[in-house]
């Protein structure tokens, strides 16, 4: 059964900085891209960032493109997502997702997804 767990999320003020961790189990975790999205209600879930099997390659959203950092840690099986100089509009709900092949920002080409952790920053 595969498993992605998200966790750190929480409440912080504009300019804070969070970090977002995903646990995943059930998978050869080193031979999936993983990536972050996220979804505010009533719109779309939208790419954030993704990262290779090896970590060696990230891309990022041109919104969070030098404040959000994506890392893995294939020997651990988990995903972070480090998210500095926050602004209210990063306020939603990340999701980490696993793919079979390279890094998409496609989210239908994600395999498995985890049930979410709620972002939200106050102004």
């Known amino acids: 059964q595969v498993q992605l767990v998200e966790s750190g999320g929480g409440l912080v003020q504009a300019g804070a900085s969070l970090r977002l961790s995903c646990a995943a189990s059930?998978?050869?975790?080193?031979?999936?891209?993983m990536g972050w999205f996220r979804q505010t209600p009533g719109k779309e879930r939208e790419f954030v960032a993704a990262?290779?099997?090896?970590?060696?390659?990230?891309n990022y959203a041109d919104s969070v493109k030098g404040r959000f950092t994506i890392s893995r840690d294939n020997a651990k099986n988990t995903l972070a997502l480090r998210m500095n100089s926050l602004k209210p509009e990063d306020t939603a709900v990340y999701y980490c997702?696993?793919?079979?092949?390279?890094?998409?920002?496609?989210?239908?080409?994600?395999?498995?997804w985890g049930q979410g952790t709620q972002v939200t920053v106050s102004s």
């Open positions: 997702a696993a793919r079979a092949g390279g890094t998409s920002r496609n989210m239908g080409e994600y395999d498995y």
């Open positions: 990262i290779s099997w090896v970590g060696g390659f990230a």
């Open positions: 059930g998978i050869t975790f080193s031979s999936y891209a």
